[in-house]
């Protein structure tokens, strides 16, 4: 026996394959929904763990500028104890500078100089006094410029022809004159005494003075 199918076949198959593309689409957007919904969370995972390593390098920082300022405080406290350290050694090796130059004074004047005043202004002298020549004065910044090892630099600042009447009454001719000094410190004068200590060999013996060199001589 011959089975004809009249039934509307082809619609039904038709209608099947709408069905399940339907639901494949169903599937595919309950998977691709899924999937975002994974990633989503594994982003928001990964921000929350970016942003407590945020907070934590935050603080770390926060606490490497508080040490920086103490750093720098620290470094101020320093320097300010070394510049007070620095005045207190500075006093206390100028304080004998008065004495020496007072020395050096006496040892460097030559007959014939009287000097009338010594005004100290820092590392600078300024001497003041009377000579009866000027090769009294000439001789006196010699003296100043090789023969001393406390004074450096003489400069002599004015000279003056003056008359003065002593107490006999008698009127002398006499030069007042101004002369500028520089003092060494004694660090200075230890270091030329120490580069001084260690001659070259065969050293020792003093050279003659040079053709036409003047020679100065003390007259009373």
């Known amino acids: 026996m011959i089975l004809i199918n009249l039934l509307p076949h082809r619609e039904e198959k038709r209608a099947r394959r709408k069905q399940a593309f339907f639901a494949g689409l169903g599937l595919a957007a309950v998977a ?95 001497v003041t006094g009377v000579a009866q020549t000027n090769e009294r004065v000439s001789e006196f910044l010699r003296n100043t410029a090789y023969n001393s090892p406390w004074v450096q630099r003489p400069e002599l600042v004015e000279i003056k022809a003056a008359n003065i009447t002593t107490a006999n009454k008698e009127q002398k001719r006499l030069f007042d004159f101004s002369v500028r000094l520089g003092l060494k410190r004694p660090q200075d004068v230890a270091a030329a005494a120490a580069g001084a200590s260690a001659p070259a060999a065969g050293a020792s013996a003093v050279p003659a003075a040079k053709p036409g060199t003047p020679v100065a001589s003390k007259q009373p």
């Open 32 to 126: 691709g929904i899924a999937v975002a919904g994974v990633w989503y969370l594994v982003l928001q995972q990964m921000i929350t763990t970016q942003q407590e390593r945020n907070a934590y390098l935050t603080a770390e920082i926060k606490k490497l500028e508080e040490q920086i300022k103490d750093i720098a405080t620290l470094r101020a406290e320093i320097e300010a104890l070394k510049a007070r350290q620095k005045a207190v050694e500075d006093l206390q090796t100028d304080r004998n500078m008065p004495v020496h130059l007072l020395n050096e004074l006496v040892k460097q004047t030559p007959e014939g100089v009287y000097l009338t005043a010594v005004k100290q202004d820092g590392q600078n002298v300024t």
